[in-house]
């Protein structure tokens, strides 16, 4: 029998050592490298790959779904139309760039209790009428995806599950059920055989993942992964998971919210910008087809510090309200506390205000949340931002039918943003009656029932609030 031996991975990009370090030389990142065991003369796993000519053959040949790697022209590659199955979700669809592709490869993340193996059971419920899809679990029971499945009211007659954690064994249920669609839950309790490794450490999910690409490349199968994410929100696991997979979605919420945001970090299909609003009900994931609607249920009367913006979410806007809330300090350092929006941005734009509009804010704590629980990461926050804080810091409520949208720069301008037209028109939609926009972005012509106030400086905006 081989002799085991210790080999130190770290867990954010997969590099090898052979001691323990603090930091990884490779990407930088602190604590994380682990020890684990790899049998002497079999490590590392990928310099053996990377050793093997591609006429031997093995595990990592093909990769990508061809058996040969003989080099052709890129012009005389056929640009066939690949054919996307429709999820049963026009959400999950938005977000994978149109449907399922047959062959890709999808990683799902979220918290515990976000809804990954719901959405994922509801979505091969629908698909069992038309396609064969095998649903394989290795952290419950046939009994509990059972009654789970009866308690959200699906059809799962023709749904195929099983019970198992081996790849290996996997891949060989697979050639025999030939399953159009698979599902994983989750990849981080698969293992292979010959890892020594215990499952859900690096080398396990690495080379499951692998595996399971490779598969799903070379008999043309769609492959759902769930995968856990560590306490800072992240996908567990090595980096090389996020880069071998195809998409790769974040399924976010908390479990006091009942509405849960699926958002695209990467896909090689469609936009990664793109994101899905479902609510959590009785009967599982429920898709909300006008989430503007649900993030805009505002009080009758508006307190100071609200404004409502207008973000860009992929190809549709989205209306959000944002609160400030600007108060004297009662310690000796004020406080900045944001929730939806960058720090560092609320830190920036505050000097701005300071610099060039003249209201400094140093002796006030800031609290800035952004309703609902939406990440806001473009840069038209800015103008709503100041907005609201002018309005705390005054105690003066903005409009309630007022809508405002913009970029402000270090040296106080207002810059415009893309799409400002299809922003004024959806704020026309939900009834707002003012907008506060960039002065490039005003429109040629005049929206009938809604008055543009177009600005250029910070100045401009500060007349008007």
């Known amino acids: 029998m081989a002799k085991s031996s210790s080999v130190y991975v770290c867990s954010a ?23 684990t065991l790899a049998p002497a003369g079999n490590r590392p796993l990928q310099v053996k790959a990377a050793q093997g000519s591609a006429s031997r053959g093995g595990r990592f040949s093909g990769f990508a779904g061809a058996q040969e790697s003989g080099a052709v022209d890129l012009g005389s590659v056929p640009l066939t139309q690949i054919p996307r199955i429709h999820s049963g979700f026009g959400e999950l669809d938005r977000v994978l760039g149109g449907g399922i592709v047959p062959g890709s490869v999808v990683l799902i993340g979220g918290n515990p209790g976000a809804g990954k193996s719901t959405l994922l059971l509801q979505m091969v419920s629908f698909l069992a009428a038309n396609v064969k899809v095998l649903y394989v679990t290795g952290e419950e029971s046939l009994q509990q995806v059972a009654l ?39 990849i981080q309790v698969m293992y292979m055989d010959g890892i020594s490794s215990a499952p859900g450490s690096v080398s396990q999910v690495r080379e499951s993942a692998a595996a399971l690409t490779q598969f799903a490349k070379r008999k043309n199968i769609s492959v759902f992964m769930i ?15 996020e880069h071998c997979v195809d998409c790769s979605l974040l399924l976010e919420g ?16 469609g936009a990664v910008n793109e994101i899905g609003v479902f609510a959590m009900v009785d009967k599982g994931l429920r898709e909300i087809d006008n989430p503007s609607a649900i993030f805009l249920n505002r009080t009758e009367v508006v307190s100071p510090g609200s404004a409502v913006m207008v973000i860009w979410e992929g190809s549709r806007p989205l209306l959000v309200e944002l ?16 929730i939806g929006t960058e720090a560092n941005r609320l830190a920036m734009l505050l000097a701005v205000l300071h610099r060039h509009g003249g209201v400094s804010m140093g002796d006030q704590d800031v609290f800035v949340n952004v309703v609902g ?11 709503p931002l100041v907005a609201a804080l002018l309005s705390s810091y005054n105690s003066r409520a903005l409009p309630r039918d007022m809508v405002i949208f913009g970029e402000i720069g270090l040296s106080g301008e207002i810059r415009p943003v893309q799409n400002g037209a299809d922003r004024l028109t959806e704020a026309y939609k939900h009834g707002f009656k003012q907008a506060i926009v960039p002065k490039d972005n005003a429109p040629r012509k005049k929206i009938p029932g809604m008055t543009v106030y177009p600005v250029s400086s910070l100045s401009e905006v500060m007349s008007l609030i």
């Open 13 to 35: 990009c997969g590099a090898e050592f052979p001691k323990w370090q603090g930091r990884c030389p490779e990407c930088g990142e602190w604590n994380t490298i682990e020890e």
């Open 148 to 186: 789970r499945a009866g308690r959200l009211g699906l059809n799962t007659a023709k749904v195929r599950i099983a019970t198992e954690t081996g790849v290996d064994r996997i891949i060989f249920l697979c050639e025999k059920e030939e399953p159009q669609v698979l599902i994983i839950d989750s």
């Open 227 to 241: 995968g856990h994410v560590t306490k800072e929100g992240s996908l567990a696991g090595p980096k090389i998971l």
């Open 254 to 269: 908390d479990r006091d919210s009942r509405f849960r945001t699926l958002r695209c970090q990467k896909n090689r299909f």
């Open 323 to 338: 609160q400030a809330l600007v108060d004297s300090t009662q310690y000796g350092n004020p406080r900045r506390l944001t």
């Open 373 to 383: 629980g939406v990440k806001v990461e473009e840069t038209s926050s800015d103008l």
